[in-house]
């Protein structure tokens, strides 16, 4: 147990207090991500739209998510991450309040867009006040860190929005707003005069910005390949907030809130193990050997799915997706600050956000359309092939990288 206990304390070790206050920011803030994953319930059951309808508007979430990021990206190096994210979080405040007056297909669609685009302005902001603010050292933990702030949060907001959903989805959507307002408040008083640290940039370019021009994120080669797999990645994982709800309520027959307690046990498990698992491997592996078998055990999981077994083997499941994401994500940001130089990183990781955020928009059309038209076990043999598809292209991209 003292040995459990030292590890814990190790493996956060050496953090900045900037890495921990932009942590309980994420905290706060994704608190309030409810609406996300009963979204597709929403519409199907409140709204009564078709699948297709539930696709094409998660698809302008997607879509709102993509300029969101590319936005974010070029606002941060223009004018700072602080005024972007606390810009963006302050705006997204209204919408969600707003959001459930709008009934329709179309009207709801525009408002989904409206709200990704500005709330997702914050992502690469926020990634980039990460690589900021992170000793050098300690930039996988950091990135881990927030992520687990993220994954904290998305464990209780399902879990509330499970039970605000049994009073009106309406709660959700006010939820949320005030998730986003506290994290502005927050986030302004912590940051409105705090200095960036002089040597965040990773060690592996401190040369490179004295004798190299900045790259140009989206004309490099290697890094759009990178990105590309990261894309096809994201479409596969992503159904865990598009169509994997669905088919526990249409198949499973689970209510909204063993739903939400299932998807909420996701962020446990990360909250629990991510930094352990980090500090474990980061040292002893590769990135590219970790992502390898992060994005393999990833497709096990879904492929799992088409086994006729009951609730435990489902939160096992979810248990090996998580491990496979723990193993996948962090590293990815990682990469891609290590890969820009100071004056191109809002470029580099808007460039990285934004190809999570285009699976938004193709993941949930492909995974209803096949869901509808071919079934569940068709849709989660394709998504595992996917991942595993995907295992082998960072394998060979990174390699080169």
Known sequence: MKKLVQLYINSYRGLSTEAWLLALVMLINRTGSMVIPFLSMYMSSELNFSKAQVGMVLGCFGLGSVCGSWLGGWLTDKFGNYRVQATS???????????????????????????????DTFRPANSVSVARYAKPENLTKAYSLNRMAVNLGFSIGPALGGILATFSYNWIFYGNALAALSAAVVFIIFFRKRKPRSAAQPKVHTEKIRTEKDRNAYLDPPFIIFNIFCCLFSMAFFQLLSTLPLFYKEVKLMSEGQIGLLLGFSGFVIVLFEMLLVHAVEHRFTPRQVMIFGTGIAGVSYLMLNAPFGTAWLYLAMFILSVGEMLTLPFTATISASRATLNTQGAYMGFNSLSFAAANIFSPFLGTYIAEHFGYQSLWFSTAFVMLFTSVGFSWILKKM
């Open 89 to 119: 979080l302050i705006l997204t405040v209204p919408i969600f309040l707003i959001l459930p007056h709008f009934r329709t297909f179309e009207s709801l669609a525009g408002m989904i867009f409206l709200l990704t685009l500005i709330a």
